[in-house]
């Protein structure tokens, strides 16, 4: 086998290309490997007819022409290959019977002579059929084990002097019967013989297109660790050899290799046969594979090489085994980026000095990448696939971690990556020269960490970490020291937390004091610019830590300063650090670091610091016309509120424990929290959510815990309006340079209406086309001329435009303009002292809102605001007492557990009353609120006088019987009369009011049924049940309680519930109403037999038209009712009979009513009767009021069969 020629690098080129010049240029043995290919492309007709390829043809013949070797070639392409592929088939068929045994064969006759001799001695056509019928033979048998390898004795394949006929002959049988022999299964049954390799690389070389094809069979049929088998082996030289010939395909055969997870060793060998041409590289080839194999995202990838390496260690050391040839490359890479006078087996005196050390341990700086990625490779190697290093290695190793890099970004990172591989492999250090080296490599990095970042120029450097993992040995979180580790080297390595002990010695005694930890800590610098686009380890990360094991308040060291000095040193993105930081920073200021010692705690940020942080956004007002920048940016703003609002519910929820430990730690004032433009930041921190990460969020929830008047799911549709797209466009469609107005013209315009109508309409719609923040300077002006608009001359299109500026203005200051808002709307008292109201007056009396100007109840774009404060007004309250709860409770409940001391049979008061207390208070706000505003619905005296239509109450289609004298009667006709006038109408200023209550009062509702509940339970005017059943949609959850108001022993609460009853069955025809109807006329029936005289007469008169409305929804219960008239009747005439005896037939008439069938009075007929009925009524009404009741009962009747008859 050595004696053989492979085909050549050139050789193979020249056949890919059919290079004609350059085959011409190949020596004669070169040339002797090809002539099988070459004399069938010289014989064979071409399928390219072109002059260029007729002129290469006459090249190759007279190339060919001085070859003796052509003539056998040219024989063997002489025979009959369709015959000769028919004997084969046959003899295939014949050994699949026979079960593979050896038996007669078709091909070949049986031999006189051995193999060699008999191809020796035989034609061409006998030739073929020898290499034929043994080339089967091994193609079956490698078949019929799968996969299983095994080495075929063969002498014509073995016989040095007839390797290259027996070559020959292989080629033009593989290329005259390609069905018969494939070239992938031939090539599989070459490596099961002696010089398959050769054999192979000829077969390819002659069908040099098969080349990717052969090799990728090869590689899906090998074994997953080539190393561990000979066949394995075999198959990766055999590869090899062949990209030899082809380099140019080696990286594409290694991919294929990666792809298949086989054959893990031909991958390592052809990164190291193939290196590329440029020298200077910054990191190697095989540094490179070798890394993307461990470090990769593909498991199975990173498991199969790992396996590669576990197992290679497990074998004898061998000079040819692909790992060891690997581990030998990989540690002259890493010697020869070496200091080369560093050594640990140098003496270290003390009194060395460290220029001198530092002199001979410099790491060159164009070598600092390719060192970071030896690091990163090495590590991936112990710590992923397990490799376990040499003493020459190890040695090495640690020569390369503690060489010192240039203060470069790269030499920054590569001492951040030779500090995280000793922590994960402390092992490398085994001798106390070693450790004596690395704790002076500490002693440099903690000394030149300063120079490193300032002139490397970068803002997270090795000190931070240094100082991260120090804290985290002293406070014994070595799982969080695993977790760095890890993360730094970009790989999950399992390392024991035992195997730590060494490391947290050197630091936690020699190195880093936790007093010393927490004073280098302070005088860290803030990042510069802090956001998430720095990465690393940065000195946030090291003061996150020590507030977390409380070594600040267990030293007495203050880091208020420091933080806040970093919260205004950020921008966006915002750093995901930051959050977590303020959270326990908070968890400091309110939490002790020890029960014994509960001063222990870090103050908390002032309120001069907080102001001077928004003093620009306040005064942005101003400056934003100016062109002033800000301060601070709004990152800055945004995570210093973020801190109040957190402090805040931080020091609510831990009241309990603070008053346990007698501790009240300051809140902040309500008037710093004035100052702050709360809802102008969360709206701009909306637009910023990317960015800002989880804080707008965090902010979100704070706000609706502790002001959720500021988070109206209005307020958010409202600024759609505001700041949405069609806005947006209008504003740049319109120019608005051309004329500008100051505040001062606006109020001008204000004063002198009417007359400045027009001047004021050009003013307003030019206000509307500026941007939320530009109205601000107009504020003080709209919101003290709105009691001039409640003139009633003002047009309503200055109204409307006052109230669209009046909801900008609300998307960016909500509270201040609520303020300026309720104190320009009170009523005018010229002989009285007005009081100016504050923001926490209207918290604690919420009502104040409604104590307004009595003509703001009739201008509905006014009365619009002022709900909208009303309902946020309601909705600050319950925080506030909820708050003022939580403050005052526990301390409370000490200074009375104190006082009752020695005071025997004095009862502690339960945390429940007070409880109690506050949502009896907050229960009784809101019903006031809906009970002031359903009177505000009624219409007043001179509303009456315009009209039924002008008092624009949302009527059914029926006018229910009142019981009252001939003048209200009468005034129900006059209201049919009228119904046909145009004049009002329902288009009124008090219907639009009213629609505005009725949505404000269904909302309420729907937060809280109890709210409804506890209305019903008051009561209200029943004049109102018509506007309230039909405005306000929530209001069919009265039915839930309707019984139990039915059950309430006031007869004022009964008749009101049997009213609204009658409404809701109306309006909501449901099964639980027409059970509630008929539980409300059994109680009706049972009421008539335990009701006084005076009572029952008081008691049915109004709801005895209800029955009307129930029999007009439910027509089942015609039966109930009509027995509850007629038992009505009896009672009432029973008692008139018994003072006159002329109404004795009333009661046949009443008998004769119910027996009727109701389709036998005629419409006409019925309608007169009624009004006979009435007109009785009338007459006698006076007199006796049971005989009113009884004509009242008779009226009923009638009204029921005559809504029946009409279909109503």
């Known amino acids: 086998?050595?004696?053989?020629?492979?085909?050549?690098?050139?050789?193979?080129?020249?056949?890919?290309?059919?290079?004609?010049?350059?085959?011409?240029?190949?020596?004669?043995?070169?040339?002797?490997?090809?002539?099988?290919?070459?004399?069938?492309?010289?014989?064979?007709?071409?399928?390219?007819?072109?002059?260029?390829?007729?002129?290469?043809?006459?090249?190759?013949?007279?190339?060919?022409?001085?070859?003796?070797?052509?003539?056998?070639?040219?024989?063997?392409?002489?025979?009959?290959?369709?015959?000769?592929?028919?004997?084969?088939?046959?003899?295939?068929?014949?050994?699949?019977?026979?079960?593979?045994?050896?038996?007669?064969?078709?091909?070949?006759?049986?031999?006189?002579?051995?193999?060699?001799?008999?191809?020796?001695?035989?034609?061409?056509?006998?030739?073929?059929?020898?290499?034929?019928?043994?080339?089967?033979?091994?193609?079956?048998?490698v078949a019929d084990l799968n996969g299983e390898f095994f080495l075929k004795s063969s002498e014509l394949f073995e016989s040095p002097v007839y390797l290259e006929e027996v070559a020959d002959v292989l080629c033009i049988l593989q290329a005259e019967l390609p069905s018969l022999l494939p070239i992938v299964e031939v090539a599989e049954a070459l490596l099961h013989v002696h010089n398959g390799d050769w054999f192979l690389c000829l077969l390819v070389a002659n069908v040099p297109d098969s080349f990717n094809e052969v090799c990728r069979g090869l590689i899906k049929n090998g074994e997953r660790q080539d190393e561990e088998s000979v066949g394995g082996r075999r198959r990766t030289e055999a590869l090899r050899q062949l990209c030899q010939m082809n380099p140019s395909q080696a990286l594409n055969v290694r991919a294929m290799a990666v792809e298949e997870c086989h054959l893990p060793g031909l991958g390592v060998a052809l990164t190291l046969d193939y290196r590329p041409d440029a020298a200077d590289e910054a990191v190697s080839p095989l540094v490179s594979y070798v890394s993307g194999l461990l470090l990769g995202t593909n498991s199975k990838v990173r498991t199969w090489f790992s396996m590669f390496i576990h197992n290679g260690q497990q074998r004898r050391r061998e000079s040819s085994s692909v790992l060891w040839q690997m581990r030998r490359q990989l540690l002259l890479e890493l010697v020869a980026i070496l200091p080369h006078s560093c050594s640990t087996h140098l003496p270290m005196e003390s009194g060395m000095k460290e220029e001198s050390f530092s002199e001979y341990s410099g790491l060159r700086e164009e070598y600092v990448v390719k060192a970071s990625a030896l690091l990163r490779l090495y590590c991936a190697l112990v710590g992923i696939a397990s490799l376990r290093p040499t003493d020459e290695e190890a040695e090495q190793l640690l020569q390369l971690m503690t060489s010192r890099p240039p203060a470069t970004p790269a030499g920054v990172r590569f001492v951040s990556l030779s500090f995280c591989m000793l922590l994960a492999f402390p092992t490398l250090v085994s001798t106390p020269a070693q450790e004596q080296l690395i704790v002076m490599w500490l002693s440099w990095m903690i000394k030149e960490e300063e120079y490193f970042e300032s002139a490397a120029g970068v803002s997270a450097s090795f000190g931070e970490m240094l100082l991260l993992v120090a804290m985290y040995f002293h406070s014994n979180q070595l799982t969080s020291i695993i977790e760095l580790v890890c993360s730094t080297l970009g790989m999950k390595i399992a390392i024991k937390p035992s195997s730590l002990?060494?490391?947290?010695?050197?630091?936690?005694?020699?190195?880093?004091?936790?007093?010393?930890?927490?004073?280098?800590?302070?005088?860290?610098?803030?990042?510069?610019?802090?956001?998430?686009?720095?990465?690393?380890?940065?000195?946030?990360?090291?003061?996150?830590?020590?507030?977390?094991?409380?070594?600040?308040?267990?030293?007495?060291?203050?880091?208020?300063?420091?933080?806040?000095?970093?919260?205004?040193?950020?921008?966006t993105p915002i750093h995901t650090q930051l959050i977590p930081l303020i959270d326990v920073y908070i968890n400091s200021i309110l939490t002790p670091a020890s029960k014994a010692n509960p001063e222990a705690t870090n103050q908390p940020i002032t309120e001069q610091e907080i102001l001077s942080v928004f003093l620009s956004s306040s005064g942005k007002w101003e400056s934003c016309r100016s062109g002033v920048r800000q301060r601070y940016s709004i990152t800055t703003q945004l995570l210093i509120l973020y801190y109040i609002l957190s402090y805040e519910e931080s020091l609510l929820a831990s009241t309990k424990q603070l008053a346990l430990m007698q501790r009240k730690p300051k809140s902040y004032s309500a008037t710093l929290m004035d100052?702050?433009?709360?809802?102008?930041?969360?709206?701009?921190?909306?637009?910023?959510?990317?960015?800002?990460?989880?804080?707008?969020?965090?902010?979100?929830?704070?706000?609706?815990?502790?002001?959720?008047?500021?988070?109206?799911?209005?307020d958010w549709m409202c600024e759609?309006?505001?700041?949405?797209?069609?806005?947006?466009?209008?504003?740049?469609?319109?120019?608005?340079?051309?004329?500008?107005?100051?505040?001062?013209?606006?109020?001008?315009?204000?004063?002198?209406?009417?007359?400045?109508?027009?001047?004021?309409?050009?003013?307003?719609?030019?206000?509307?086309?500026?941007?939320?923040?530009?109205?601000?300077?107009?504020?003080?002006?709209?919101?003290?001329?709105?009691?001039?608009?409640?003139?009633?001359?003002?047009?309503?299109?200055?109204?409307?435009?006052?109230?669209?500026?009046?909801?900008?203005?609300?998307?960016?200051?909500?509270?201040?303009?609520?303020?300026?808002?309720?104190?320009?709307?009170?009523?005018?008292?010229?002989?009285?002292?007005?009081?100016?109201?504050?923001?926490?007056?209207?918290?604690?009396?919420?009502?104040?809102?409604?104590?307004?100007?009595?003509?703001?109840?009739?201008?509905?774009?006014?009365?619009?605001?002022?709900?909208?404060?009303?309902?946020?007004?309601?909705?600050?309250?319950?925080?506030?007492?909820?708050?003022?709860?939580?403050?005052?409770?526990?301390?409370?409940?000490?200074?009375?557990?104190?006082?009752?001391?020695?005071?025997?049979?004095?009862?502690?008061?339960?945390?429940?009353?007070?409880?109690?207390?506050?949502?009896?208070?907050?229960?009784?706000?809101?019903?006031?609120?809906?009970?002031?505003?359903?009177?505000?619905?009624?219409?007043?005296?001179?509303?009456?006088?315009?009209?039924?239509?002008?008092?624009?109450?949302?009527?059914s289609g029926r006018a229910p019987w009142t019981g009252k004298s001939k003048q209200g009667r009468m005034e129900q006709k006059s209201v049919k009369m009228e119904a046909l006038e145009p004049e009002g109408g329902l288009l009124s200023d008090l219907r639009e009011v009213q629609c505005l209550i009725c949505c404000l009062i269904h909302q309420m509702f729907i937060a809280d049924p109890n709210i409804a509940k506890l209305v019903h339970f008051q009561g209200y005017d029943p004049a109102l049940l018509p506007l309230t059943v039909a405005g306000i949609?929530?209001?069919?959850?009265?039915?839930?309680?309707?019984?139990?108001?039915?059950?309430?022993?006031?007869?004022?609460?009964?008749?009101?519930?049997?009213?609204?009853?009658?409404?809701?069955?109306?309006?909501?025809?449901?099964?639980?109403?027409?059970?509630?109807?008929?539980?409300?006329?059994?109680?009706?029936?049972?009421?008539?037999?335990?009701?006084?005289?005076?009572?029952?007469?008081?008691?049915?008169?109004?709801?005895?038209?209800?029955?009307?409305?129930?029999?007009?929804?439910?027509?089942?219960?015609?039966?109930?009712?009509?027995?509850?008239?007629?038992?009505?009747?009896?009672?009432?005439?029973?008692?008139?009979?018994?003072?006159?005896?002329?109404?004795?037939?009333?009661?046949?008439?009443?008998?004769?009513?119910?027996?009727?069938?109701?389709?036998?009075?005629?419409?006409?007929?019925?309608?007169?009767?009624?009004?006979?009925?009435?007109?009785?009524?009338?007459?006698?009404?006076?007199?006796?009021?049971?005989?009113?009741?009884?004509?009242?009962?008779?009226?009923?009747?009638?009204?029921?069969?005559?809504?029946?008859?009409?279909?109503?």
């Open 1 to 141: 086998m050595a004696g053989q020629q492979f085909v050549s690098l050139y050789a193979f080129e020249a056949m890919q290309k059919v290079d004609v010049v350059q085959l011409a240029a190949l020596s004669d043995p070169e040339l002797r490997l090809l002539l099988p290919c070459l004399v069938r492309m010289a014989l064979c007709a071409p399928a390219d007819q072109s002059q260029t390829w007729a002129q290469d043809k006459k090249l190759i013949l007279r190339l060919l022409s001085g070859v003796e070797a052509v003539n056998s070639i040219v024989a063997l392409l002489s025979v009959d290959f369709h015959a000769l592929e028919q004997d084969a088939r046959k003899e295939q068929q014949l050994r699949h019977k026979a079960g593979g045994a050896n038996g007669e064969s078709t091909l070949v006759s049986q031999l006189q002579h051995g193999l060699t001799l008999e191809f020796e001695h035989s034609d061409p056509l006998r030739r073929l059929r020898l290499t034929l019928s043994e080339l089967l033979a091994i193609m079956n048998k």
């Open 501 to 571: 002990s060494k490391m947290k010695t050197i630091f936690t005694q020699e190195i880093f004091t936790e007093q010393v930890v927490t004073a280098h800590a302070v005088r860290v610098a803030v990042t510069n610019n802090l956001s998430a686009n720095i990465t690393g380890f940065l000195p946030i990360h090291c003061i996150y830590q020590l507030l977390r094991s409380r070594a600040f308040t267990k030293h007495k060291v203050s880091i208020k300063d420091w933080i806040f000095h970093q919260l205004c040193e950020t921008t």
């Open 675 to 714: 100052q702050i433009p709360i809802k102008h930041l969360v709206t701009q921190a909306q637009g910023l959510q990317q960015e800002l990460g989880g804080l707008h969020s965090a902010l979100l929830r704070l706000l609706a815990t502790n002001y959720p008047h500021l988070c109206l799911v209005e």
């Open 720 to 955: 759609e309006e505001v700041t949405g797209t069609m806005a947006l466009l209008r504003k740049m469609m319109v120019p608005v340079e051309n004329c500008r107005y100051t505040p001062n013209q606006l109020h001008q315009a204000f004063l002198n209406l009417p007359s400045s109508r027009p001047k004021l309409v050009q003013i307003l719609e030019h206000l509307t086309l500026l941007s939320p923040e530009n109205l601000i300077p107009y504020v003080e002006v709209l919101s003290a001329s709105m009691s001039l608009l409640l003139e009633p001359a003002v047009p309503r299109c200055i109204l409307q435009a006052v109230k669209k500026l009046w909801v900008a203005l609300n998307t960016v200051m909500p509270r201040r303009l609520w303020i300026m808002t309720v104190n320009a709307l009170r009523p005018s008292a010229k002989l009285l002292r007005q009081q100016t109201y504050t923001q926490n007056d209207l918290m604690v009396d919420p009502l104040i809102v409604l104590r307004c100007d009595q003509r703001v109840y009739r201008c509905p774009p006014i009365m619009d605001i002022v709900l909208h404060m009303l309902n946020g007004y309601l909705l600050a309250s319950k925080a506030y007492l909820n708050c003022h709860l939580k403050e005052t409770a526990e301390f409370d409940r000490q200074s009375q557990t104190v006082s009752n001391l020695g005071v025997p049979g004095q009862p502690e008061t339960p945390e429940v009353t007070r409880d109690e207390l506050k949502n009896a208070l907050l229960a009784a706000q809101d019903s006031a609120a809906v009970q002031i505003l359903l009177e505000v619905c009624l219409p007043t005296t001179e509303e009456q006088l315009l009209g039924p239509h002008a008092d624009g109450t949302l009527r």
């Open 1033 to 1208: 949609p929530s209001i069919h959850i009265c039915l839930d309680f309707i019984p139990e108001l039915l059950a309430q022993p006031q007869l004022e609460k009964q008749i009101f519930a049997i009213q609204l009853l009658s409404y809701l069955c109306t309006r909501y025809a449901l099964p639980k109403s027409i059970s509630v109807a008929r539980l409300a006329v059994s109680v009706m029936g049972t009421l008539l037999t335990v009701l006084t005289h005076s009572k029952r007469y008081s008691f049915f008169m109004p709801i005895l038209p209800c029955l009307v409305a129930f029999c007009q929804a439910f027509p089942p219960l015609y039966e109930d009712v009509a027995a509850l008239l007629l038992q009505v009747g009896q009672v009432c005439a029973s008692d008139v009979s018994t003072k006159s005896r002329d109404n004795d037939p009333l009661l046949a008439r009443l008998q004769y009513l119910k027996e009727r069938p109701v389709g036998a009075v005629p419409p006409g007929r019925a309608s007169s009767n009624l009004t006979l009925m009435q007109s009785t009524a009338e007459e006698v009404g006076g007199a006796d009021p049971d005989v009113q009741l009884c004509y009242c009962v008779e009226a009923t009747f009638m009204d029921i069969i005559s809504s029946t008859l009409n279909g109503s």
